[in-house]
């Protein structure tokens, strides 16, 4: 009998560790400070971390991304779960070949997750990170401060650049 977990179905699979391992991680981080917020904070409190710069400020988000409207929670719910099962579905072949690939899924996943635990929970989405960036007109919307976010919103963006990232190296790599 071979002693390889991959082909004796013995153990874990090791193509999903590094997916597990960043998924479990961040999913933690995101709901204990999320809890830390909650415990600590009223609504609209905000405790300055770096002078008005970067702020811990507690909001929920009963939006989308950056605050827009887009749909109803239940909307929001069901995007949420479509787009977790099209990311496990999509990238499940590609587990396993690059570390960027495993790292990017497991982040985007438990930003998703996050998120989605926050809008089962409270029909909103708990955000805290508070940061002041030159006033910027964009699309028409004048922008003074950055949309509050939180561990989940960053980790599905660090998640997408590192798949794009992962993704173009791949790229470059077949084509050489």
């Known amino acids: 009998m071979d002693d390889n977990p ?5 153990g874990a699979h090791p193509k999903y560790v590094t997916l597990a391992i960043t ?35 507690y909001i929920l988000n009963p939006n989308g991304a950056f605050g827009m409207s887009v749909g109803s929670n239940a909307f929001r719910i069901a995007t949420s779960v479509a787009v977790i099962a099209a990311v496990i579905g999509f990238f499940r072949r590609e587990l396993g070949r690059s570390l960027l690939i495993d790292l990017s ?16 929970r409270l029909g909103e989405v708990v955000d805290f990170v508070d940061v002041d ?8 919307i ?18 997408m650049i590192l798949l794009v990232a992962a993704m173009l190296i791949s790229g470059i790599k077949k084509s050489s």
Do not use: C, M, Y
């Not at 991959?6 to 013995?10: A, V």
């Not at 960053?154 to 998640?159: E, F, H, I, M, V």
């Open 23 to 57: 998924f479990v991680l961040i999913l933690v981080l995101d709901l204990v400070t999320k809890f830390l917020v909650q415990s600590s904070l009223a609504i609209n409190d905000s405790i300055p971390i770096l002078g008005d710069t970067v702020r811990l400020t």
């Open 142 to 159: 004048h922008l003074d401060r950055w949309p509050i976010f939180n561990v989940a919103d960053s980790a599905l963006t660090a998640g």
């Open 6 to 10: 991959t082909l004796s179905g013995e």
């Open 105 to 120: 899924v497991g982040a985007i996943l438990a930003g998703a997750v996050g998120n989605l635990i926050d809008r089962l």
């Open 133 to 140: 960036i030159p006033d910027v007109d964009f699309i028409s």
